[in-house]
């Protein structure tokens, strides 16, 4: 059974720094693409940044590029977003997500599992 949990979210002031985290269980995690999401009250589920397989590739948003930085570690099966220079509109909960091939692109479908999502607020 493959489990995702992320962590790491929070409040944080306008300018401000997180770090999300993503836990996997249950499949072999170096050999899947993963992907980070967020998703705001009332907008639908959008795309954060894709990070391939071995960790080489990887692609965001244009809204959080040069702003957000997603990482993987295989050895201790975790996916990592780096939030630097956050913004109000930044305020979502962030799901991380298992890809079906070794790099997933940036469309939901192509995402197999998903974790609960952590909650991420930024104040102005």
């Known amino acids: 059974q493959v489990q995702l949990v992320e962590s790491g979210g929070g409040l944080v002031q306008a300018g401000g720094s997180l770090r999300l985290s993503c836990a996997a269980s249950?499949?072999?995690?170096?050999?899947?693409?993963m992907g980070w999401f967020r998703q705001s009250p009332g907008k639908e589920r959008e795309f954060v940044a894709v990070?391939?397989?071995?960790?080489?590739?990887?692609s965001y948003a244009n809204s959080v590029k040069g702003r957000f930085t997603i990482s993987r570690n295989n050895a201790k099966n975790t996916m990592y977003l780096q939030m630097n220079s956050l913004k109000p509109e930044d305020t979502a909960v962030y799901y991380c997500?298992?890809?079906?091939?070794?790099?997933?692109?940036?469309?939901?479908?192509?995402?197999?599992?998903w974790g609960q999502g952590t909650q991420v607020t930024v104040s102005s």
């Open positions: 990070i391939s397989a071995n960790g080489l590739s990887t």
């Open positions: 249950g499949r072999t995690f170096s050999s899947y693409g």
């Open positions: 997500a298992t890809g079906r091939t070794a790099y997933s692109g940036s469309y939901p479908g192509n995402y197999d599992y």
